[in-house]
């Protein structure tokens, strides 16, 4: 007797063809590649490139004024009017303000909450407060836009807490938004500088300490210069986000108006100025993933 | 003349404790550093010497205790307010500056103008053989390399004392053969007290003027490396450095003849070919049940009778060489005078 013929037949009963198959795709790289990435790849190229060649062309078409059906005999009237129109100039600018504004003020709030959470803080803590930064993510945007509005009314929180020391609600209008939006994306900005923190090794900091460096000396020469990555990670998220919000500053905005509005408002009767006006943030943020590339930012994304 | 006034100490810890939550890593520390001193702390992991460094540093407070620098009272002071600095285990360089820039750090934080600082600087990196990489990266360096920076970046401060965190650690054994020796070189010249932290005695033995064995957060002796490889106080001490036959005191006063618990090294024991009795000396049979080539010398472990096992190191020397095999009965004499007292 055989000693092993007590023992399962592994192996032999695995059927010839998926095996062969295996054994195909194992020796094939490519093969194994394309089968791999073909439906993700699909997937991109339809929903995001297509889309955005879409628009692009869209901005090109114009609209008849009588019927007012598409035409797509293509021109640049819209991009033009869009590029030239006083009212797309002072609206792009004040988006571009909001947008710096809100990528600021969450830059200066996530530095020391990150600092704190990676550095400061026990395990334990440091765990629970990367949950509680993530925890506002869970709620929906819109509950928390209009908490806002109800936080900054006239009758709200901010009033009551504010009143005692003689001020007052900003009230409806672009601090508002800047408030809002800030509050809305600071965990995107807070997320990246904290993973930045943890990378930087609480050695070099002691070692700056014992080289002499006192705690603000090395905050400017070792930790900002090697946080710098990290920061503009989290600043493409602020920027970017709220380069395309309208939703906030319509609930809390006031009058005021931003891209994403203009953007709205003309969907309905002229998609290619729509699509026009949309083109403005895309190419601003074009512009500064461009800048910022070659800081080794977007590896810390 | 009575009276002669002590040299200041270039580091003074009075009763210093440190404690961790529930842990206690150090327990009620006295300990004297010489001035101009290679003072080595050897220990395995966990015994608290790193710990004691980082409390000398000023990384971590002492939870309890003084800590003196030439005498003054610095356990409440920075590590920015103190003259000593350290060389760490991952050398902690600033991967976002020059190697130029890293050496130049401690001259630029104190306000030095930058064509003096880099002249020092560029002095320093040659001190540790570095000159012609000063605008490299420190990622475009290998690990020796990055140790001479390290130590570079150290120096070119002029502490009065010098930290050095397992610097050798990481790197491979020749080439920390041979940092070890320029490092023992960079002592001399500059003659300034280096504080050295090691798990590894050998290393702690070659470099060291005094070594401090710490074990379970105290200080299980200090002495020359002389002292501790000839007269090891405690059992730990007689294992930890170097290897050491352990006679537990019923052990000593049925095999040897000695009233109180002790070691011996194996390299102190000699083979007889008779059961002869020697003067001051006992003389033990047993049988060698392993026998070990390592090249200038052969490991055996004999198992004498009763069971006990016995390490023996026989140097290889000049002439017609002994063969020693398995299984083969043989008489170990071991002197009186080469047995070392362990007390508890």
Redesign the interface.
Known sequence: MDKYSALPKQGVETPALARRISTLLYSKVKLRLTLLLAAPLTWLVLVYIAALLALLVTALYSVDSYTSQIQTQLTFKNVLKVLTGQVYQTVALRTLGIALLVTIVDTLIALPIAFYMAKIASPRLQRLLVIAVLMPLWASYLVKAYAWRSVLSNEGIMQWLLRPLGLDTPGYGITATIITLGYLWLPYVILPIYAGLERVPNSLLEASGDLGAKTSTTLRLVMLPMLVPAIIAGSIFSFSLTMGDYITVNIVGGANQMLGNLVATNVGNNLPLAAAIALIPVLIMFGYLTAVRKTGALENL | MAGNSAPIAAIELVGVSKSFGAVTAVQNLDLVINDGEFFSMLGPSGSGKTTVLRII???EPATSGTVLLAGQDVTSK???DRD???V???Y?????MTVLENVA??L???GIGKSERNLQALEALRMVRLEGFEDRKPSELSGGQRQRVALA??VV?KPKVLLLDEPLGALDLKLREQMQIELKELQRKLGITFIFVTHDQEEALTLSDRVAVFNQGRIEQIGTPRQLYERPESEFVARFVGTSNIFSESEAASLLAQPEACSVRPEKIEMRPSSQSQKDASVLPGKIIESIYIGSATRLIIEIDGGKKISVLRQASAGSETNFDRGQQVFIEIRNADLVPIKK
């Open positions: 540093a000023g990384f920075a590590p920015f000593v600095n350290t760490f285990q991952d902690a360089l600033f991967p976002h750090y401690g630029r934080v104190r970046r150290a401060v």
